[in-house]
């Protein structure tokens, strides 16, 4: 067993340490690597100290970036060395080292155990002078047996030595939706509770707490503390039901980790990663649960952030006696386990009752409590006698409540416009950094979405790193020049106006049979030279504005309004644009007035369509989210509605992807060789 290739479990033979593997690599020794030390087991159930202080740190790591992510975390392990009270653990979140959206770049960035804690040994003896220790968790890549593993690391540093107390491996890989976790990495298939200095814990990665069995086995195995490190990105605009701000999804978050320290009487410590990649934010919002299901901690969203908790022993105590659902769940388990031994062997399991009796003794012939007949039948005139009794029974009158029908859909398009504005703000933020810009630069066409656009951008990035271009043509309505000024003098952003008349007629003189659809492509491709032309002039990167309702109707100029490499709209219907556009206070001319790509004169959106946004915005949230043209026929939309929405979406899929490239080699990019686009 070698250093880079730890395996939990192995003990540490006397006087073998990190320090000694370091030196002896510094020599240039080719001594044999030794094992990591690790702790032994005490059994699975061991005394957690009086209290312990904990701090979660919300991270945000620099994507596919393992160096850095590292150097970095020594800024936080001496930030946390100078904390009053100084936490005694830390934990970070799932794929902290590297970022989570990495397909094929998982191989790039994963790393033995032993080489991360290693790692971490160093950064903590140059960030820490006195050495005093400190557990630290976090999620990473781990490479493992010749196999790569999403993984969560448990290790105490500081000391003479680290010692590492755990790794578990992500046990559930999602791949499912944005998810494709199982083609990039292997499963774990263990979930085990770990002794610490201060008591016993357990690491769930992610989707390992969806599943209730989890949590459930993590407290049968002694589990004090349970820590569910994630990087689930966030989703869901509408407000949450529990009136706290904050996407959806996060929402469902809070409440697995509620769940599962109520129900178990432990502590949960639920850790996300903060910052975006590839337009996919994640929220923080972190939390911790109490052993009654309280909420201890919530940390901010979207920053970064180290948020500290004491946790008292003495609640676990108190929460257990109170509801001692674990102690019963211990009792029980031997029986439960039988019967799910019988399920997998698929025994099947005869039903068995005692029969009728008179008196409510046993009948003839049925001895209580063993086996019961199983054809058993009444005697005859049994059902006579019973008739004679008395009269037929009238109906008590009890109160019946009855719930209303089901209503299926798809989920409402009501959004939290605050909420709203700021995971967009964070969005542009996080994506200029990421990409090494801090002004931007974006098309103003007197419309409601650059306007909207426009104004998250001053938000996010300040009214003069924004720069909006006015590029009218020769036959643009007045009305668009005026209300594009309208927000460029309300916000004080930077502007300029470049006619593309001479542009657009220079090539079209070639061309004089070119029809008025054909005309406004060029008009919008010309707009897009412009836009990245400013864009190396003000050293300000692109940013795009068409809206979700536009992009599934394809009422776009493919490599024009698509072609900005960001877009804070591009999830947003319109009828959402609207409402956020009031939110900001963007000017009511410009959010009343009828939507135009004003490239051919009278032109509208909804003329062009046949129908209105509202009712094209319903129809295409029932079929993005998986209902069949049949299904949105039957809630208020005409047949020729559905059919004009649904045909629109499903002839322009090429018009939302990238070129098609003929597959020649098991290399394909895109195909095979895949990394995403912020990697």
């Known amino acids: 067993m070698r250093l880079g290739d730890y395996l939990p479990g192995f003990t540490r033979p006397a006087g073998l340490c990190i320090e000694r593997c370091r030196k002896e690599e510094q020599s240039g020794s ?35 970036d393992y160096k850095s992510n590292l150097a970095k975390l020594g800024g936080v392990f001496a930030q946390l060395d100078a904390l009053t009270p100084r936490p005694e653990v830390a934990f970070l979140p799932e794929a902290a080292m590297s970022g989570y959206f990495l397909e094929g770049g998982v191989r790039d960035q994963a790393v033995t155990a032993g080489t991360l804690v290693r790692d971490l040994d160093t950064q903590y003896r140059a960030a820490v002078p006195s050495l005093e220790p400190m557990d630290v968790g976090l999620g990473f890549y781990e490479i493992w047996n010749n196999s790569i593993y999403n993984s ?235 008739e004679a009794v008395g009269s037929r029974p009238h109906p008590t009158g009890i109160k019946v409540i009855s719930a209303p029908a089901s209503v299926m859909g798809p989920p409402s398009l009501e959004i939290d416009a605050a909420f709203t504005t700021d995971w967009l703000v964070s969005f542009l933020r996080e994506e200029l950094r990421l990409r090494g810009f801090t002004r931007g630069v974006l098309g103003l066409s007197g419309g409601v979405d650059s306007a ?5 951008a001053a938000k996010a990035l300040g009214p003069s790193n924004v720069v909006g271009v006015r590029m009218p043509y020769r036959t643009s309505s007045p009305d668009s020049l005026r209300h594009a000024q309208q927000v460029i003098d309300a916000l004080g952003i930077q502007s300029r106006t470049i006619d593309i008349s001479d542009a657009v007629d220079g090539y079209l003189a070639n061309e004089p049979d070119a029809s008025p659809g054909r005309r406004g492509n060029v008009m919008a491709r010309t707009r897009m ?30 490599h024009a309004d698509d072609s900005p490499p960001i877009n804070p709209l591009g999830d947003l219907f319109k009828s959402q644009v609207w409402v956020l556009a009031r939110y900001l206070g963007v000017p009511d001319e410009i959010v009343s007035k009828p939507a135009s790509a004003d490239l051919i004169e009278g032109q509208t959106d909804e003329g062009d369509f046949g129908i209105s946004y509202a009712r094209a915005d319903e129809i295409l949230n029932w079929l993005v989210n998986g209902y069949s043209a049949a299904d949105v026929e039957g809630h208020g939309f005409s047949r020729a509605e559905v059919e004009l929405v649904y045909n629109r979406l499903s002839r322009t899929h090429w018009k939302r992807r990238l070129q098609t490239v003929a597959m020649l080699s098991s290399s394909a990019i895109g195909e095979t060789y895949l990394r995403p686009v912020d990697y």
């Not at 002039?537 to 109707?553: C, F, M, Q, S, V």
Request: charged share 20%.
């Open 30 to 64: 080719k001594g044999p690597l030794r094992p990591l030390p690790a702790q032994m087991a005490r059994g699975n159930f061991s005394v957690m100290h009086q209290s312990v202080h904990l701090a979660i740190v919300q991270f945000k790591p620099r994507k596919g």
């Open 152 to 386: 969560a690391l448990y290790v105490t540093l500081g000391g003479e030595s680290p010692i590492v107390r755990h790794v578990h491996r992500k046990v559930f890989l999602p791949t499912y939706g944005l998810f494709d976790e199982e083609r990039f990495v292997d499963r774990g298939f263990e979930i085990r509770a770990f002794d610490t200095s201060w008591g016993r814990a357990a690491m769930l990665v992610c989707e390992d707490a969806w599943h209730s069995l989890s949590g459930t086995i993590a407290a049968l195995d002694g589990a004090q503390m349970i820590f569910i490190p994630s990087a689930s990105p966030a989703r869901g605009l509408q407000p949450r039901t529990d009136e706290i701000s904050g996407p959806a999804n996060l929402e469902r978050w809070e409440r697995l980790a509620r769940d599962i320290a109520s129900e178990h009487g432990v502590f949960t410590g639920l850790v996300h990663l903060v910052g975006s990649e590839g337009g996919k934010t994640f929220p923080g919002g972190s939390v911790v649960a109490g052993p009654r299901g309280d909420v201890k901690l919530r940390a901010p969203l979207w920053e970064e952030s180290i948020a500290t908790v004491t946790l008292d022993t003495a609640e676990l105590t108190r929460a257990r006696v109170e509801l001692p659902l674990l102690t019963d769940l211990q009792t029980m388990l031997p029986h439960l386990v039988k019967t799910i031994g019988k399920i997998q062997v698929n025994e099947e399991v005869p039903l068995d009752y005692d029969p009728a009796s008179a008196n409510g003794t046993a009948a003839v012939g049925i001895v209580s409590g063993q086996p019961s007949r199983r054809e058993w039948k009444p005697e005859a005139g049994a059902a006579a006698e019973h």
């Open 452 to 456: 909207v656009t426009a104004y998250l």
């Open 529 to 558: 030279i412009v836009l990245f032309d400013q864009s190396e002039r003000e050293k300000a990167l692109p940013l795009g504005t068409g809206n979700k309702t536009e992009r599934l109707l394809g009422y776009f100029t493919w």
